[in-house]
């Protein structure tokens, strides 16, 4: 089982590199999130976001799994089944649902939205989709599981549950209409009925034991993994490369090639630490240049220069064997680029990313020559500018990991593998 994972603040390009590279494994398996994520795939001008399925649904023959280490919105999940454009029956064939899945309730979203609420300029940015609530029962051994949708008392379970949230909930100030979404929420839940919803663990490791190729898709980035990102502002889950063998039920001995992803700039949505963040307006730039607005939220990016301290932080915790970098594209006509290589911090020049985000840093910049020319249309890596491949060698002997893939454009056309 080979993982692709984002090394960065989420957004970096995951969906359409798994898409890209998708004809050589059988099996995309979703190992963690929720609909927080937006994976983008753009093919025959066409471009459509996931947010719970896997990365794989568009090609034929392969199979697609949501593991057990997501949360699964039922009313999400059917919007986003209905909106692939394929025929429900072929859908059904290519995906699978793990039963140990939790479900995220209607008054998860609620109760996210009243937190957030309350926590007025302390807002950590969530995405308001409850994922957070969904995971604390998940930790308090409060959750609803995809399998137990078919039990007989599956109603007096769900009554329990949404019970205990409206009880929290009358400590707030907050008002929410809970009858238009819980009744989207039903007919989520009767979609599921139709689908598979097994013990994917089985299904996995009996793949893996038979030679077959598994790929492990993560969502968000490894700056926002709750243990070892930018906490407290990060998501709910274990972003990383061991999120993958929690989140689907695998050995640590079965993986193979750890892809790590990241832009040729950074962003990030929401609050937190940002150390090469551009309020000027280059950063403008690159944001209307690269649409830097969430997919799933529609937010503005915060936009900024390359930061090889967090990048090599990011590397070494995931144990990342292949780096691929996208929006490369973005950068062309720059008459020169900045890479953060070390910061400044009291007085001392460091290179490990902080513990404390009050604690004050400031980037040490290398400038670098930039491209100009539009690399959309090149399809091979001897035909990328000079200074753009200048930049992908500083940033392979900075990081001792090569650059196996360069994305040039949004396309699944536009992708170089060296």
């Known amino acids: 089982m080979d993982i692709l994972l984002g090394l960065q603040w989420g957004d970096e390009g995951k969906g359409k590199i798994v898409d890209a590279i998708c004809p050589e494994y059988d099996i995309i398996a979703r190992f963690q999130g929720g609909p927080n994520a937006g994976h983008s795939i753009e093919f025959q001008n066409i471009k459509h976001i996931l ?20 949360v699964i919105d039922p ?8 909106n692939l454009g394929l025929p429900l029956d072929e859908i059904k064939k290519r995906l699978l649902v793990s039963a140990r899945a939790h479900l995220i309730l209607p008054t998860h979203r609620i109760l996210d939205a009243a937190y957030e609420h309350r926590k007025g300029c302390a807002k950590i940015g969530s995405t308001l989709k409850g994922i957070g609530p969904a995971y604390t029962d998940k930790a ?13 008392d599956f109603r007096n379970l769900y009554s329990l549950r949404v019970n205990s949230h409206l009880e929290i909930l009358r400590n707030y ?12 929420w039903f007919e989520g839940i009767e979609l ?13 490791n009996d793949s893996i034991s038979r ?45 193979g090639e750890i892809f790590g992803i990241f832009k040729a700039y950074c962003t990030r949505v929401g609050s937190g630490p940002f150390p090469t963040e551009l309020s000027d307006p280059t950063g403008e730039k690159i944001r209307e240049t690269g649409h830097e607005f ?49 910061y400044k911090s009291g007085g001392k020049e460091i290179t490990e990313v902080p513990v404390e985000n009050d604690q004050l840093i400031e980037p040490v910049y290398t400038e670098m020559k930039g491209w100009k ?18 930049y992908i060698s500083f940033i392979e002997n900075a990081t001792k990991v090569p650059v196996m893939i360069v994305s040039t454009g949004p396309d699944r056309n536009e992708t170089i593998i060296r």
């Open 51 to 70: 947010h719970l399925i896997p990365s794989g649904i568009f090609h034929p023959g392969k199979l697609n799994i949501i593991g057990n280490g997501v």
């Open 211 to 255: 030679g077959k190729k598994i790929l492990a898709e993560g969502a968000q980035g490894t700056m926002l993994d709750v243990d070892f990102g930018s906490y407290p502002f990060v998501t709910s889950s274990n972003t990383i490369s061991s999120g993958a063998c929690t989140g689907l039920g695998v050995s640590p001995r079965s993986v």
């Open 373 to 390: 020319e539009d690399i959309s249309k090149i399809n091979d890596y001897k035909s990328l500018p000079d200074p753009l491949k200048e």
């Open 75 to 82: 009313a999400v999940f059917k919007k986003e089944i209905e």
């Open 173 to 184: 100030n907050f008002e929410f209409d809970l009858k238009t979404p819980e009744d989207e």
């Open 140 to 152: 308090g051994r409060n959750g609803l599981r995809a399998g137990e949708i078919f039990r007989k």
């Open 192 to 204: 599921m009925k139709e689908f598979k919803i097994v013990n994917t663990e089985y299904l996995i």
């Open 294 to 342: 969430g997919s799933t939220t529609g937010r503005p990016r915060r936009c900024g220069w390359l930061d090889i301290p967090a990048l090599k932080y990011a590397i070494m915790i995931n144990g990342v064997t292949r780096l691929i970098m996208t929006k490369a594209d973005v950068l062309s006509g720059f008459s020169s680029v900045k890479v953060c290589t070390s």
